[in-house]
């Protein structure tokens, strides 16, 4: 796989990168994105409609039940080659950065040390009500069906999955952090992500308007292309590795 020689060189010179990753990333894994159509119970649900606190309040087993189903997918999945990659370029920059606004835990299996998590974790729900977290077992229901959420230990209210729905603001940690790598970073890659939800679809724009080099990798177009330095076509998965072999392993 060709690469442009100036992308190239900005990775070489590059001390702080961060790499902002959507659905797209974890789409090699097996892992449906949000543009996939829903399957089994939900299959005449779009899954923005499910993502929100309306949703889960309207029917909680429903909404659970399509988080553990998730829960089970992810468990055995594994991380691809786009997680692996983006965990290797951690061994050639002083700073990598993973800004991420999924909420599975892929990027953590292939070794990736800084991860910013934008839209929370699957795996940390916590109470609707006194927002106390609570520990996940084993997953043992995620064959599709609908499943009442755990109750609180402390105050019997629902437990509620630990991710940001739409309404509800990011944390305020990581939304900070993210800014502020953006802000520093010398290259940003977008890696497969319609770029549609806000505000974290801010933060490459923000990146390139203070300076960084900006590119996308994604086998679609997506809102971000006037933006962008460098539109690198393809599924991440043959791309990222293929980018890291030829900016920091050439032959
Ligand atoms: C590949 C590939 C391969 C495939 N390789 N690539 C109007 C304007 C601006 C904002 C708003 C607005 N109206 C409403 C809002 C706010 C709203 C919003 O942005 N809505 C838009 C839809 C317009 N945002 C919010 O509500 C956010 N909060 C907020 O704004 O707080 C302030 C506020 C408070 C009160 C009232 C109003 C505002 C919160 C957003 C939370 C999003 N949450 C979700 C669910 C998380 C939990 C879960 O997983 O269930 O986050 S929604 C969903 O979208 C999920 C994702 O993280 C997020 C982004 O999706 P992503 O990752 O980009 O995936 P896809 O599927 O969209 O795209 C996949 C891409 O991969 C595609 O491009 C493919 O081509 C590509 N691809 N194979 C590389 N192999
Ligand atoms: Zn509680």
Known sequence: MEFPREL????????????FT???????????????????????????????????????????????????????CEPNPAHYAIAEMQNYLS???????????????AGAKDIVRLHGSMHHPYCRDCHLPYTLGPVTRGGGEEVPPPQCPQCQGLVRPGVVWFGESLPSDAWERALEEAAQCDVLLSVGTSSVVYPAADIPRL???????????????????PFLDFSLQGPAGEILPALVEAAYEPA
């Open 8 to 19: 190239l060189t900005h990775l070489q010179a590059a001390e702080k990168v961060v790499v």
């Open 22 to 76: 959507g659905a797209g990333a974890s789409a090699e894994s097996g892992i449906p994105t949000f543009r996939d159509a829903l399957t089994g119970l939900w299959e005449n649900f779009d899954p923005m409609a499910l993502a929100t606190p309306q949703a889960f309040d309207e029917n909680p087993p429903f909404v659970w039940g399509w988080y553990e189903w998730r829960r089970a997918l992810v468990a055995n």
């Open 95 to 109: 700073s990598l950065v993973v800004v991420t606004q999924n909420v599975d835990d892929l990027h953590e299996r």
């Open 207 to 225: 990146a390139k308007e203070q300076g960084a080099c900006l590119v996308q990798v994604n086998p679609d177009e997506t809102g971000l292309e």
